[in-house]
Each structure stands twice: as structure tokens, then as C-alpha cells.
């Protein structure tokens, strides 16, 4: 009996040490030896992704000064893009949920049946093509790489990859920012240093700076909503222009049809839709809004006019 006893204590502690290896492994720790990036792609060698399902499909391709839609060759709303192709590029396998072709349609990542299909080229070659479909949990989906059987659970939102241009427009791509020069229909606006002047200012009344300010960062900040396909019939007269500088002229053209609201700038053939917020805040203001009357003493100032009449009448009393 006491010689099978160290043969007992040498079991045991090795029965210890695989216990204690399928404690680690079982914890997160496996994770970090066995993840590897999904795709092993950076992003910054992307050139062109396409976001389709299973009846749309937007394109997106990076020139000079940024990425815009294939389609309208619009601006892409860039920190959107960049934060997708990043979420990209960070992602990581560890175990698959699956390693059959039988599994694909269930989880909705076969070539016929997915959420989502991205696919990433650089000089007209395909770098991946990545299948998304559905989630098993908060901001998780089930995805597979074109090619492979393995479906994997990784982080990835599928709401981050849309697939109509509305979603991906630049928003803001109409703003003139800096602005130094507003003409509307009743007046003239110029900004020198600090501070804003009228061409003409009616009599009694002076300029209000903050009217003016909220003006110019309404021209320098609005949002569009969407694309406009087809642009209904108006008569000029029902149109409102401003005309704006900054470094460049442009003028920006607006109007309101059947409860819809529309704005096209100069240099850009497109027209686009609007919210009447926006509108307002763009069409709203004339002379009378961006100025105040004058008041001395906390009255009024009169006009000369107003002046004259007074000292007539003062001069009559006597009688």
C-alpha cells in the first residue's frame, strides 16, 4: 500500500496540471491565443466596398480628396466610412459556430441568403468578400469569409452597414462655412473682422449682430436629408436665393412643394430634400429680422419726419 502511494500523489498532480490548463483555456484567456483578424486587411489599402442585401446595393470608392458614391458621385459621410472599415479591420475569430456548408443558410451567410454582403477591392481586384448574417447577440453578428465554410461570432453591428446611398450621403456637403458675404432678397449682408454690416440700414433701426451670427451658422452648418429624383415644377417667384461667399460664390436656392422642402447649391446639379427646420431657419430671416430698433433712453428713436411734425406742433401752442 505505502508503494502505490507516490504512484497515487503523481496522478494526482498531473491530473491537477490538466485540470488547471482546461481552467485557463476555458477562461478568456483562450481567446487571445487562438484570435487572428478576420479578414487581414488594413484599411487604408481599401479602395472600393460594396454593401448590398438581398435587393439593394450601395458602392463607395476613395478618390483624391475622399470617398464618394459610385452612383452620384457625392461625398461619403467620411467619419461613417472610417468607422466601419475600421470595425473591419479589427475583427477576430476564435472558434467557429460552424465549419459546414449546411450551416450557411441557417445563419443566413450563404451566397444566396445573407443580411449583408461586403465586398472590399483595391485597383478593381477583390481583397475579401464578407457575408453577415444573423446576430446572436447585442452588437454581434454571425459572418463567413467568401470561400470558406467557417461561420464565425464576431462584433459587428449590421444597422453600421446600410445599403442606400441616403445613409452613406455626406449630410452637410451643401454648407458654406466661413461665410463672409449673405445676400437675400431685402438685404446685403458683409462681414468684416468680428462684426457684420448692412449695405443699407432703414432709418431707426441698427444691425442685430446675433440675428446676423445665427444666420451665417445656419448657412455654415444645415443638413440635408436625401437625394431627389425627380424635382417638381415651380414658378421662379416662389423660390428663395441666397447668395453666399466665403473664398468662392455660390448661391443657394430653395423652395417648399406639396409640404416637401427642397435646396440645390450652384456648383452641384443635384437637388436635395430638406427639413422644415432647416428651411426656416434659411428662409426666414429679411431686414426687419436682422434689425432692431434704435432706442435712446430706453424709447424709441423717432424719425426726422417724426422730429419735424413735433417742433411744428410746439411752435403752434402759443396761439
Known sequence: MKKKIPLLAGVLSVQLIVALLFLILGNGDSKELVSEPLLGIYKDKIERI????SDKQVTMSKSGDGWHLSESGLPVEQSKLTSLLGTLEELKTTWPVATTSSSHERFEVSNSKHQRKLTLSKGGEPLAELYVGTSPGFKKSHVRLAGQDEVYAVEFNTYDAPVTEKDWLDKTLLAVKSVTKITGKDYDLTKDSDSWS???VPEGREINQEKVSDLAKAI????VMDIVEYVPELDDDKRATLNVSNSDNYS???FEKDGKYYVKRSDIETYFTLSKYEYDRLTKSNLESLTTE????????????EDVTLEVEEKEEPK
Do not use: C, M, P, Q
Open 252 to 254: 443657394l436656392v430653395l
Open 50 to 53: 460594396e454593401i448590398s442585401d
Open 220 to 223: 455654415g452648418a444645415f443638413r
Open 198 to 200: 448692412l449695405s443699407v
Open 294 to 305: 434704435v432706442t435712446v433712453d430706453g424709447a424709441v428713436a423717432k424719425s426726422n419726419t
